[in-house]
């Protein structure tokens, strides 16, 4: 009988149905074709295609089915982090592009600026995931509050004192915090645990491209706009911030599906949703449960959660340096151009790195190792500038790698999410709660650590951020080794 099964033969027999005993009486040899039970290969262009995106390769219905999410639902989703982070981070830009003579910020105001906007994040952030849970769609709450902090950046271009600004950020954190946590939740919702990484990893990239577009949007308004109407160019840039993010707005009411189990997406059939359910489950994922105090009581009691925004708040903490390049810059003395070009090579690296990190998580799962060696990278790029007196090329060098740093961030998202896939409303919370937590941090770590009147030489920021890099080896490790050990 082995010989049979290994050449694709079955030996039987037929006897007499009046044979009692069963007697065999005529031998019959029968040939199976096991090529014919075989799926075939895909051609090898989609095969190695796959590798850079998933949807190249499977079954047609697959396919089909996830190359509508990529068109449907992933580019509102980037879109609304785009303006989300372009008007989260345009005072940088124009900061040291006039704003700071013309308010006369020569004191820690920068920094206090950042801390406005934290606070309004830490507010807002936990009970804007909690409704999305229990009272309003996250197509009716995002898109609604991206028109109200657009119309607020306009409004930052015609302050007049910096009390004014303080009271502009706040708010514009407060709208925003119902958005990064609620992009994630809606991607972790439709795409499985092999299509996350790389998907969350373009999503966090925008920030590049965001920061990337608002220095050369700066620079382009600086040198065309300063003066204009009566604005200076740092003001402009504000007013063109809150215009371009207010049709992205609206579109987001039209082109967000919330999840699976409520979406009323018009590019969404009954066939689409039943096949999109029975995808996630098969993952194990459930749909959402109403969010009740004793579920809060659950989650908030949960080592799940407490480990995650530890590793979060320590990832994100350590690569931090990339938001002083730019003083550094302008103290060597470069020009208010350079100021706004350099640094978006700096972006492009984190870009480059984070997609190239978030594809090999997909394809090997290697999540924890993809990780920690990013936080061996962010050690070093904060050792060379701990030690601050080197080449001027070796301080480049450091400042540019720790871009790289922003790539750890969606790997250990998605790990997140596939650990946690059968507690949706856990996975709801994990980011929500990460980035109050991880904000709280911003209260503090610029205002003690990195005061801008030492900038660009700072006494002990640099030192601390190795901490935090070490910090983030552990608590990622800790994680790994309780989530093994309750498998």
């Known amino acids: 009988m082995a010989d049979s099964k290994e050449t694709g033969v079955i030996v039987g027999s037929t006897t007499n149905s009046d044979n009692e005993e069963g007697i065999v009486k005529d031998p019959v040899t029968i040939q199976i074709d096991e090529s014919a039970f075989e799926q075939p290969k895909s051609p090898l262009w989609r095969r190695i295609l796959s590798f850079i995106w998933d949807s190249a390769d ?15 639902l992933f580019p509102i989703v980037c879109l609304g982090y785009f303006i989300k982070y372009l008007d989260q981070t345009n005072y940088s830009n124009a900061f040291v592009s006039g704003m700071q003579e013309d308010l006369s910020l020569y004191g820690n105001e920068r920094n206090w600026l950042n801390t406005w906007f934290a606070l309004g994040i830490i507010i807002g952030s936990v009970p804007a995931q909690m409704s999305q849970l229990s009272f309003v769609r996250p197509s009716v709450l995002i898109p609604t509050c991206e028109i109200m902090w657009s119309a607020l950046v306009i409004s930052m271009g015609f302050a007049k004192n910096i009390k004014t600004m303080y009271a502009l950020r706040f708010f514009v954190g407060l709208l925003e915090s119902c958005a990064f946590p609620g992009y994630i939740a809606i991607l972790g919702s439709w795409y499985g645990p092999q299509e996350l990484a790389k998907r969350t990893a373009i999503l966090l990239e925008v920030e590049s491209i965001a920061s990337m577009f608002s220095g050369y949007l700066q620079a382009g308004l600086y040198n065309s706009m300063n003066g204009h109407a009566g604005l200076a160019g740092w003001r402009w840039l504000f007013v063109m911030d809150g215009v371009i993010s207010i049709p992205i707005a609206l579109a987001g ?5 919330n999840n699976p189990y409520n979406t009323k997406a018009f590019y969404w059939s009954a066939e689409h949703i039943r096949y999109g359910i029975e995808r996630v489950e098969k993952f194990g994922q459930q749909a959402p449960k109403k969010l009740t105090l004793q579920e809060i009581k659950r989650i908030a009691s949960s080592w799940q959660l407490w480990v995650f925004v530890g590793s979060y708040t320590m990832i994100a903490a350590c690569h931090t340096a990339t938001s002083y390049f730019n003083l550094w810059l302008k103290a060597e003395g470069y020009s208010v ?30 999540f924890y190792w993809l990780i920690i060696s990013l936080q061996f990278w962010m050690i070093l790029s904060n050792i060379l500038l701990s030690v601050w007196n080197i080449p001027k090329a070796a301080l480049m060098f450091a400042y540019y790698i720790s871009y790289a740093g922003s790539a750890a961030t969606p790997v250990f998202i998605a790990w997140g999410a596939k650990l946690n896939a059968g507690d949706p409303n856990l996975r709801q919370l994990l980011v929500a709660v990460s980035n109050v937590v991880s904000y709280a941090w911003v209260l503090w770590v610029p205002l003690v650590l990195f005061p801008t009147y030492d900038a660009p030489k700072y006494k002990y920021g640099y030192q601390i951020l190795i901490l935090f890099g070490g910090l983030a080896i552990t608590f990622v490790t ?5 989530y093994q050990g309750k498998e």
């Open 337 to 366: 151009d350079k100021i706004n070009y350099l640094p978006t090579g700096g972006n492009a690296l984190a870009i480059v790195v984070t997609l190239a990190w978030g594809m090999i998580a997909d394809r090997t799962g290697q």
């Open 478 to 482: 800790t994680m790994k080794l309780l």
């Open 58 to 72: 499977g079954d047609p219905e697959y396919r089909r089915y996830v190359r509508r999410l990529d068109l449907g």
């Open 253 to 257: 009411f039209v082109l967000l599906p």
